[in-house]
């Protein structure tokens, strides 16, 4: 069945191949053939238009006697054999094959155009399925849907395996970003109270116990998982069970011990003496510690944030005093999630959900487009509508209202407003349009052309925004020979240098195609 | 007098059918009215906004919206030349759909594409590499990302087995909320969330801002430097991720030393350990309009491309800032015009005059980088330029990040 073949060409043979020179042509290793980027094909490659029936087609290849197909014509072949039917193996070309790419059937795709092409035949089948074909393959586990099965497949191995979780909720498949995310997620703080509330069904497996306390008055608390832990989300988060009713010492001694369980290398906090610590928890008992378990665990760094930090606003160095995430809290008997809040003005605790999507807030609705959009219409190629806006009335006001604006109008003479329905557009070339224009470059003569031509129209039409921009039908009037003009240099092979030097001639317009 | 001239052509292209997204049309066209405008020619500009404002639906494809930003920036530029319309017009200022992020917003937004995590690899893996013995560690983090990049560099820090981790000091500058992309709470907040993930760590971490501006060269910044006391044993690491941008250039002070060669020379005198630039590799300086929206245009649109996989509202945001920027290089001048990028043969330029000399990327790090790529789409890619030992981010094949390591020499 003989292959669709609808075009073939180079693909640098039609203009604008976009610019190759920045291509990354670093060859992998000697011997493998050299890649190209995808959607930058080799300038010289055959270009070939397959039809999506073709593309689609997975068995081309029949045979006559049982109708079974296969994709290879080898295939087929080998087949043939069984059915004592003569059957031929094609050697492989023996002389050097022109190196063929693909383009996409589909109008308006990027890959239409023949510099987009893909090297590859299975790539452009793949890629006209997934853009343009049915998603018939569907992930169990998600609700994600693939066209192409290969896809679908790869999909499957790795979702739901992504492995890293932060409590909030939230999954990454990159550490980086999970790490970054963490730094920043206010889970961070939650999970320090949960910590000594109710963590004792999440953690239960994990806890060890760093200094049991005989005497302690309150019901065992639950430390975090010790740093060994490895897919623990909050890393290296050790604290030590603290009696609620603070003795002076004992403190003290706890404190020091959860710092040392924490840390590889112990370094004794050198600038916060346990007495300050154990004020605050004397004074907290019964209520939300963080202030005391902060100082106790940041002691060192704590102090050095104090010292480090002269800020140019007014945040009070209490910010850090009362700062949430602390590792080392230990809790009272009687403390309850909700009066872990902070003395200061740090931002409320809110839970992530386990979505990214809920991350980003839902907001605002779409802006109201400054620039109406065209009522419904059949769309229309940029050269109709540059020949359009030539063909405006010779009697637009547009002139007149940029004049208004105060912005200097090179028209002199007064225009009007003129609508005309359904203005019937020159057929498509829109460069021989044997306008004649006067030659040498001085830019009267463009201006002249341009004269009359506005596209400020009438209110039974569209809505006007402050330049008469509305999108309108159109009207009819003095064809506009300079922006026709525009049209030619523009419209063409995109190699032109329409700001080089030189001078605009009419007879090049005067051509026709 | 319009001044458009139109260079002969000698032959005539076929006829061919435009489609609306075809990019080199809507670039010639935004450059004819970027021209029209600048000379005044209201008539020719208006038809070739209406032209534009026909082929490029604001929902179009990424070609169409590429062109629609460039469209309202150069209306914007009309319009601030008649300064009496701003209170007539209705057509909506950018900056009203810029989003304000929250951190852990943010920290998921610049984890879309590679644009910012590449060059927080590369940046992070030789910050590493250089404070090897250091144990005071001070990081001036000059970032268009709020800090972003810090977070994974404390981890890395952290889990250097055979050493205690060394006191890490971070300095920022409290200017930045100038451009996009907004944060939601202070600095202040913003570093006693690093802090105390620091500790969770086991980093001992100290957070200062110190009030200065990219208008001035970030000289009180430097000033501050200069006369703080560093310990013993300190390294001096600056990490400059897409904010020298905005340091006045030659072609705003037209003088021939710049604040931007201030800047570069007294960094250099405070002999840092380590100076990372990481940069846009597009040259956005140009006085002349025509050419910084033709630079603009050829380098933007790559933005717009990558937008595939965003979820829409993702997506808004991102291109709000991106027309955020757009908006600056066409429409504004002067010291509004913030966003002057310079390509890489240009920074280059200014490092080696500045005394410093170029350090190759580890090849882990290349690794890392190309390890991250991999799980994004298929386009991004990077290349190592053997020649001038930077790492270049590439989409498609065109150059969108440099990052580069310098130490004094």
Redesign the interface.
Not at chain 2, 223 to 234: A, C, G, I
């Given at each position: 069945m003989p292959v669709d073949l609808d075009n073939s060409s180079t693909v640098s043979g039609d203009a604008s191949v976009s610019s190759t020179g920045n291509q990354n042509q670093t060859p992998k290793s000697v011997g493998k053939k050299k890649r190209n980027l995808p959607g930058m094909p080799d300038p010289d490659a055959e270009v070939i238009a397959l039809s999506p029936k073709t593309l689609m087609a997975t068995n081309r290849f029949v045979c006559e006697i049982c109708n079974k197909g296969f994709q290879r014509d080898q295939n087929l072949q080998l087949h043939r054999r069984g059915h004592n039917l003569p059957w031929k193996l094609r050697q492989r070309s023996s002389k050097e094959v022109r190196k063929k790419v693909y383009v996409c059937p589909v109008a308006g795709c990027v890959h239409h155009e023949p510099s987009r092409a893909l090297g590859d035949l299975t790539g452009i089948k793949k890629h006209f399925c997934r853009k343009h074909g049915e998603k018939k393959w569907k992930c169990e586990k998600c609700s994600k849907k693939y066209a192409v099965q290969s896809d679908w497949k790869a999909h499957s191995k790795i979702c739901g395996t992504k492995e890293y979780k932060c409590d909030c909720g939230t999954l990454f498949s990159r550490r980086d970003s999970f790490i970054t995310h963490r730094a920043f997620c206010d889970a961070l703080a939650e999970e320090s109270a949960k910590n000594h509330t109710q963590s004792k069904k999440l953690y239960s497996e994990t806890v060890t116990r760093k200094n049991p306390e005989p005497d302690q008055k309150s019901p065992p608390v639950v430390e975090s998982p010790p740093s060994l832990q490895p897919s623990s989300s909050l890393p290296s988060v050790a604290v030590a069970p603290a009696p609620a009713i603070s003795v002076e010492s004992e403190p003290a001694k706890v404190i020091s011990s959860s710092v040392l369980s924490i840390q590889n290398s112990p370094e004794s906090p050198e600038n916060n003496p346990p007495e300050v610590i154990i004020e605050e928890a004397s004074r907290t008992i019964g209520f939300n510690v963080s202030s005391s378990g902060l100082s106790n665990d940041h002691s060192s760094n704590n102090n050095g944030g104090y010292a480090g930090m002269f800020v140019s606003s007014t945040a009070s160095p209490s910010l850090y005093a009362s700062s949430t995430a602390s590792p080392s809290l230990y809790a009272s008997s009687t403390a309850s999630p909700s009066l872990y809040t902070p003395s200061s003005s740090i931002e409320p605790i809110s839970l992530c959900l386990s979505t990214n999507p809920s991350l980003f807030r839902p907001t605002i609705q779409d802006p109201p487009h400054f620039l109406t959009p065209l009522p419904p219409q059949p769309a229309m190629s940029a050269t109709a509508l540059l020949q359009k806006a030539a063909q405006m009335g010779s009697t637009g006001s547009g002139g007149s209202l940029l004049r208004g604006l105060g912005i200097v109008s090179t028209t002199s003479s007064s225009m009007e407003l003129s609508n005309h329905d359904a203005l019937s557009l020159a057929p498509a070339p829109g460069l021989g349009l044997g306008l004649p224009c006067s030659s040498g470059g001085s830019g009267s003569g463009l201006k002249e052309l341009m004269m009359g031509n506005s596209s400020v129209f009438g209110p039974k039409q569209t809505t006007l925004d402050f330049l008469g921009l509305g999108r309108a039908v159109g009207n009819g009037g003095n064809p506009g020979g300079g922006l026709s003009a525009l049209l030619t240099s523009i419209g063409g092979s995109g190699k032109i240098d329409v700001f080089g030097s030189g001078e605009f001639s009419g007879k090049d317009i005067g051509r026709s195609s | 007098?319009?001044?458009?001239?139109?260079?002969?052509?000698t032959?005539?292209?076929?006829?061919?059918?435009?489609?609306?997204?075809?990019a080199?049309?809507m670039e010639?066209?935004l450059?004819?009215c970027a021209?029209a405008i600048d000379?005044?020619?209201?008539?020719?500009a208006?038809?070739?906004?209406?032209?534009l404002?026909?082929?490029a639906?604001?929902d179009g494809d990424s070609t169409q919206r590429l062109t629609t930003a460039f469209?309202?920036a150069l209306?914007s530029r009309?319009?601030s030349?008649?300064p009496?319309?701003s209170s007539?017009?209705?057509?909506?200022p950018p900056a009203?759909?810029l989003?304000r992020f929250s951190?852990?917003?943010?920290?998921?937004f610049?984890?879309l594409t590679p644009w910012h995590?590449f060059g927080?690899?590369a940046a992070n893996a030789a910050i590493l590499t250089a404070v090897e013995g250091y144990s005071t560690v001070h990081i001036v983090d000059l970032s268009l990302t709020h800090c972003?990049q810090?977070?994974?560099l404390?981890?890395a820090m952290a889990s250097r087995l055979n050493k205690?981790p060394p006191?890490l000091?971070l300095t920022v500058v409290?200017s930045s909320d100038n451009f996009p992309p907004f944060i939601n709470?202070?600095y202040?907040?913003?570093?006693?969330?690093?802090?105390?993930?620091?500790?969770?760590?086991?980093?001992?971490?100290?957070?200062?801002?110190?009030?200065s501006t990219y208008s001035d060269g970030f000289s009180s910044l430097l000033q501050q430097l200069r006369v703080y006391p560093s310990s013993f044993n300190e390294a001096l690491v600056v990490n400059c991720h897409m904010m020298l941008r905005y340091i006045p250039d030659e072609t705003l002070t037209s003088s021939s030393s710049s604040l931007r060669t201030v800047f570069l020379k007294h960094l250099r005198s405070l002999n840092p350990r380590i100076v990372t630039l990481i940069e846009e590799d597009v040259d956005l300086t140009s006085g002349n309009l025509?050419n910084r929206l033709r630079s603009a245009f050829n380098y933007l649109w790559i933005p717009f491309d990558t937008t595939d996989t965003f979820?829409r509202?993702?997506r808004r945001w991102y291109e709000a800032e991106i027309s955020w920027k757009i908006e600056n290089v066409v429409a504004k001048e002067g010291a509004e015009r913030v966003e002057r990028s310079e390509t890489k043969r240009r920074w280059f330029e200014r490092m080696r005059e500045a005394e410093f000399g170029g350090v190759r990327v580890k090849e882990e790090a290349v690794a890392d980088v190309k390890a991250?790529l991999e799980?994004h789409a298929?386009?991004w890619?990077m290349?190592k330029e053997d020649d001038d030992n930077s790492l270049v981010l590439?989409w498609?094949?065109?150059?969108v990040v440099f990052a580069t390591v310098w130490i004094p020499i």
């Amino acid at each position: 069945m003989p292959v669709d073949l609808d075009n073939s060409s180079t693909v640098s043979g039609d203009a604008s191949v976009s610019s190759t020179g920045n291509q990354n042509q670093t060859p992998k290793s000697v011997g493998k053939k050299k890649r190209n980027l995808p959607g930058m094909p080799d300038p010289d490659a055959e270009v070939i238009a397959l039809s999506p029936k073709t593309l689609m087609a997975t068995n081309r290849f029949v045979c006559e006697i049982c109708n079974k197909g296969f994709q290879r014509d080898q295939n087929l072949q080998l087949h043939r054999r069984g059915h004592n039917l003569p059957w031929k193996l094609r050697q492989r070309s023996s002389k050097e094959v022109r190196k063929k790419v693909y383009v996409c059937p589909v109008a308006g795709c990027v890959h239409h155009e023949p510099s987009r092409a893909l090297g590859d035949l299975t790539g452009i089948k793949k890629h006209f399925c997934r853009k343009h074909g049915e998603k018939k393959w569907k992930c169990e586990k998600c609700s994600k849907k693939y066209a192409v099965q290969s896809d679908w497949k790869a999909h499957s191995k790795i979702c739901g395996t992504k492995e890293y979780k932060c409590d909030c909720g939230t999954l990454f498949s990159r550490r980086d970003s999970f790490i970054t995310h963490r730094a920043f997620c206010d889970a961070l703080a939650e999970e320090s109270a949960k910590n000594h509330t109710q963590s004792k069904k999440l953690y239960s497996e994990t806890v060890t116990r760093k200094n049991p306390e005989p005497d302690q008055k309150s019901p065992p608390v639950v430390e975090s998982p010790p740093s060994l832990q490895p897919s623990s989300s909050l890393p290296s988060v050790a604290v030590a069970p603290a009696p609620a009713i603070s003795v002076e010492s004992e403190p003290a001694k706890v404190i020091s011990s959860s710092v040392l369980s924490i840390q590889n290398s112990p370094e004794s906090p050198e600038n916060n003496p346990p007495e300050v610590i154990i004020e605050e928890a004397s004074r907290t008992i019964g209520f939300n510690v963080s202030s005391s378990g902060l100082s106790n665990d940041h002691s060192s760094n704590n102090n050095g944030g104090y010292a480090g930090m002269f800020v140019s606003s007014t945040a009070s160095p209490s910010l850090y005093a009362s700062s949430t995430a602390s590792p080392s809290l230990y809790a009272s008997s009687t403390a309850s999630p909700s009066l872990y809040t902070p003395s200061s003005s740090i931002e409320p605790i809110s839970l992530c959900l386990s979505t990214n999507p809920s991350l980003f807030r839902p907001t605002i609705q779409d802006p109201p487009h400054f620039l109406t959009p065209l009522p419904p219409q059949p769309a229309m190629s940029a050269t109709a509508l540059l020949q359009k806006a030539a063909q405006m009335g010779s009697t637009g006001s547009g002139g007149s209202l940029l004049r208004g604006l105060g912005i200097v109008s090179t028209t002199s003479s007064s225009m009007e407003l003129s609508n005309h329905d359904a203005l019937s557009l020159a057929p498509a070339p829109g460069l021989g349009l044997g306008l004649p224009c006067s030659s040498g470059g001085s830019g009267s003569g463009l201006k002249e052309l341009m004269m009359g031509n506005s596209s400020v129209f009438g209110p039974k039409q569209t809505t006007l925004d402050f330049l008469g921009l509305g999108r309108a039908v159109g009207n009819g009037g003095n064809p506009g020979g300079g922006l026709s003009a525009l049209l030619t240099s523009i419209g063409g092979s995109g190699k032109i240098d329409v700001f080089g030097s030189g001078e605009f001639s009419g007879k090049d317009i005067g051509r026709s195609s | 007098m319009t001044k458009t001239r139109i260079r002969n052509l000698t032959r005539l292209p076929s006829p061919k059918p435009l489609r609306g997204g075809d990019a080199n049309f809507m670039e010639q066209l935004l450059l004819h009215c970027a021209t029209a405008i600048d000379s005044n020619d209201a008539a020719l500009a208006h038809q070739i906004l209406w032209v534009l404002n026909n082929t490029a639906p604001p929902d179009g494809d990424s070609t169409q919206r590429l062109t629609t930003a460039f469209l309202r920036a150069l209306l914007s530029r009309a319009v601030s030349k008649t300064p009496t319309l701003s209170s007539t017009i209705s057509f909506l200022p950018p900056a009203d759909e810029l989003h304000r992020f929250s951190v852990v917003e943010l920290a998921a937004f610049v984890d879309l594409t590679p644009w910012h995590r590449f060059g927080f690899i590369a940046a992070n893996a030789a910050i590493l590499t250089a404070v090897e013995g250091y144990s005071t560690v001070h990081i001036v983090d000059l970032s268009l990302t709020h800090c972003m990049q810090i977070p994974t560099l404390i981890d890395a820090m952290a889990s250097r087995l055979n050493k205690p981790p060394p006191l890490l000091k971070l300095t920022v500058v409290s200017s930045s909320d100038n451009f996009p992309p907004f944060i939601n709470i202070s600095y202040e907040e913003l570093g006693s969330k690093l802090v105390s993930f620091a500790t969770t760590r086991n980093i001992t971490m100290e957070f200062t801002i110190i009030p200065s501006t990219y208008s001035d060269g970030f000289s009180s910044l430097l000033q501050q430097l200069r006369v703080y006391p560093s310990s013993f044993n300190e390294a001096l690491v600056v990490n400059c991720h897409m904010m020298l941008r905005y340091i006045p250039d030659e072609t705003l002070t037209s003088s021939s030393s710049s604040l931007r060669t201030v800047f570069l020379k007294h960094l250099r005198s405070l002999n840092p350990r380590i100076v990372t630039l990481i940069e846009e590799d597009v040259d956005l300086t140009s006085g002349n309009l025509v050419n910084r929206l033709r630079s603009a245009f050829n380098y933007l649109w790559i933005p717009f491309d990558t937008t595939d996989t965003f979820m829409r509202e993702q997506r808004r945001w991102y291109e709000a800032e991106i027309s955020w920027k757009i908006e600056n290089v066409v429409a504004k001048e002067g010291a509004e015009r913030v966003e002057r990028s310079e390509t890489k043969r240009r920074w280059f330029e200014r490092m080696r005059e500045a005394e410093f000399g170029g350090v190759r990327v580890k090849e882990e790090a290349v690794a890392d980088v190309k390890a991250m790529l991999e799980e994004h789409a298929v386009g991004w890619g990077m290349k190592k330029e053997d020649d001038d030992n930077s790492l270049v981010l590439t989409w498609k094949g065109h150059s969108v990040v440099f990052a580069t390591v310098w130490i004094p020499i």
